[in-house]
């Protein structure tokens, strides 16, 4: 594998590994409605401001997200809304893998 292949797949692993949490997961699924504070985020995580700050951190950090600060408020979006896409194949894998348990026992 040369160079820049290994730097894209290591790219790819990085976007991979910031949706690897339920939730950040969660947050993507709720900036795909629109944009939100971090006060919003964090009473629908149900966890402190320091612990939904770094899990936005490690989003926008992917490049998943991006924010915009107002006030003393800092606002939410998605930067690439087609990571949305992202959900449906996981919904799919997820259809397909329980077709199959299904399959075993019938």
């Known amino acids: 594998m040369d160079t820049k292949t290994q730097a894209r797949y290591e790219a790819r692993a990085r976007i991979m590994k910031a949706m690897g949490h339920p939730t950040r997961l969660?947050?993507?699924?709720?900036?795909?409605?629109?944009?939100?504070?971090?006060?919003?985020?964090?009473?629908?995580?149900?966890?402190?401001?320091?612990?939904?700050?770094?899990?936005?951190?490690?989003?926008?950090?992917?490049?998943?997200?991006?924010?915009?600060?107002?006030?003393?408020?800092?606002?939410?979006?998605?930067?690439?809304?087609?990571?949305?896409?992202?959900?449906?194949c996981v919904e799919s894998v997820i259809k397909s893998t329980a077709k199959e348990q299904l399959d075993l026992v019938e």
């Open 26 to 88: 969660f947050i993507v699924d709720e900036l795909s409605k629109g944009e939100r504070c971090v006060c919003e985020l964090t009473d629908m995580v149900k966890a402190d401001v320091s612990t939904v700050s770094k899990h936005l951190t490690i989003l926008k950090n992917a490049g998943i997200v991006q924010d915009e600060k107002r006030g003393l408020k800092v606002f939410y979006s998605l930067k690439v809304p087609c990571v949305l896409n992202f959900f449906s």
